[in-house]
């Protein structure tokens, strides 16, 4: 399922890789996420799907940070459908459930990367059945 992405991306808090309808995101240890970073990370977005409806999984593989009022700026970011967070840990999968109630959209935990795509590719399916495309 997973093809090769079109682009990575790899800036001193954060590795991305971007696929066609969805970007999977690994914060580096140790980060602190705050509103530079998303602001930093919506710009890369921006420059690669140019508003494009994508869907963001957020890949949890090391220890880090994330403010989670962060997730009510991206709330409004018409493009993202959804968020999964892929967790490593129980500990991980905890707090992405408490993230998630900060985030006004779809957002889901998962255990397994490939969960999580088959998730965001249902939820670009559904969009595009919505929008007639």
């Not at 967070?85 to 999968?93: D, G, I, N, R, W």
Request: with cysteine; net charge negative; hydrophobic share 40%.
């Amino acid at each position: 399922m997973k093809k090769d992405p079109f682009k990575i991306i790899h800036l001193d808090f954060i590795y991305l890789e971007l696929y066609e309808d969805f970007v999977i995101s690994t914060i580096q240890e140790g980060v602190a996420f705050d509103f530079p970073h998303l602001a930093k990370f919506f710009e890369v977005l921006e420059n690669n799907y140019n508003g494009k409806p994508i869907v963001s999984i957020a890949r949890r593989i090391y220890d880090y940070t994330v403010n989670p009022t962060c997730y009510m700026i991206a709330s409004n970011k018409l493009n993202i459908l959804g968020i999964a967070v892929v967790c490593t840990s129980k500990s991980a999968y905890e707090t992405a459930l408490f993230e998630k109630k900060f985030y006004k959209n779809t957002y889901e935990p998962f255990h397994t990367l490939e969960e999580a795509m088959e998730w965001s590719s249902d939820l670009i399916e559904e969009y595009n059945k919505n929008a007639g495309l």
